[in-house]
């Protein structure tokens, strides 16, 4: 037999698999409709959301002031006064009376030679003076009784002239032995060898035994005065022409006014010398074969540290530049083009500006010109910089010097962690 299909239910198929079909695009249409909304809002939110804060640089502010012009010159010192001890006196050598390297006194005795001839010498004169001293009162007494008689006529003129006369000759006998004491005295004193002056004595030049004298003053030891001290030095004859010109056009005055140009000493190992010195002179000539000009300046040496022949450097300061600027070192670039800064302007954004260097001090340059009190100069933060497009504004904040800063941090800091 044949199947039988019922097909009153089709209709009711077909409706169902319809309303399954738009339920499926009605929530399709929703999903969609919901991602769209999500993307548009997250959109908003990225563009109205904050933007990043502008880097910050450090800065210094230009400020201009009277500044010292320091220059660094090489020197040598040198003992304010020499004096060679020599032996006035011939004979030989029997003492050395000091201890060699120490310091010792105008007038102090250093070397004793054999006096015994010396002291012969001086007493054969003393008795030499005493015959001429009986002679005098001889001669002084028989003018004394020729007087009254060549008054009375008693003897004649000629006798009392001849005593007048001898009773002179006396008297220069007696200056004459007064003078030759004198010597033998000098003489005698000769043999004990005094320093001429105060300071610190070398090494002996001679050993005791020696026959000194013969012939020449020999040199037995040297005294030099080191407190204070000399220390010469030089300058290019061009670096003084230019100075002198500056000040002379009023770019530059004198340092110290009136007084004298303050000195500071380098020592060898980098240390500044406690004492500050002061400029002596300048040598009017220049040396034909290097061209430079000597200076000297006279330094304290109370303790004996600065030894004549040592060699060190000067810092002079010869002038003060008016109105200039100094920077940090790190905040000039310097290329055969040029010296040049980074100024920030009153809208952050950053410029280059060329500057005029004259020389440094203290790590810090010091500007002539090219910029104006109250700009903003980067010091900190060109590596910062080069990470933004150009012409992106930043924050300047206020440069510190390392070290003194980080301590004042970290101070607090391991305070607050303590309990």
Partial sequence: MPQLRDTSGTPHLRAATTRRVLSLAAISAAVLLVSACG????????????????????????????VGLVTELPGRVEASRVAQVRARAAGILQQRVFKEGSDVKAGQVLFRIDPAPYA???????????????NLAQASAQAERYRPLVAAN?????????AEAAEKQAQA????????????????????????ISGRIGRALVT???????????????????????????QSAGDVFQL????????????????????????????????????????????STT?????????????????????????????????????????????????TVSVVGEDGKVSQRTVKI??????????????????????????????????????????????APAAAAAAPASAASKP
């Fill in 120 to 134: 012969a010498s001086a007493e054969s004169a003393r008795a030499s003076l005493a015959k001429a001293q009986a």
């Fill in 208 to 234: 005791e035994g020696a026959l000194v004298g013969q012939g020449e003053a020999t040199a037995l030891a040297v005294v030099q005065q080191i407190d204070p001290v000399y220390v010469n030095f030089t």
């Fill in 39 to 66: 993307k548009a809002d997250g959109q908003a939110a990225g563009a109205s959301g904050p933007k990043p804060p502008p880097v910050e640089v450090g800065v210094v502010t230009a400020t201009p002031g009277d």
């Fill in 154 to 162: 008693a003897i004649s003129k000629q006798d009392f002239v001849n």
């Fill in 173 to 196: 006998d007696v200056a004459a032995a007064k003078a030759a004491v004198r010597t033998a005295d000098i003489n005698l004193s000769y043999a004990s060898v005094t320093s001429p």
């Fill in 244 to 287: 002198r010109r500056a000040m002379e056009s009023g770019q530059f005055k004198r340092a110290g006014g009136g007084q004298a140009a303050s000195v500071k000493l380098v020592l060898s190992d980098g240390s500044e010398y406690a004492q500050t010195g002061k400029l002596l002179f300048t040598d009017l000539s220049v040396d």
């Fill in 358 to 403: 004259n020389a440094a001090q203290n790590n810090r340059w010091v500007v002539l010109d090219g910029l104006k009190a109250g700009e903003k100069v980067m010091v900190d933060g060109f590596q910062k910089l080069q990470m933004l497009p150009p012409g992106t504004p930043v924050k300047p904040v206020p440069w510190q010097a390392p070290g």
């Fill in 291 to 339: 061209g430079q000009v000597t200076l000297r300046a006279e330094v304290p040496n109370p303790k004996g540290e600065l030894l004549p022949g040592l060699y060190l450097r000067v810092r002079i300061e010869q002038a003060q530049a008016s109105n200039a600027i100094t920077l940090p070192q790190q905040a000039v670039t310097r290329t055969q083009q040029g010296d």
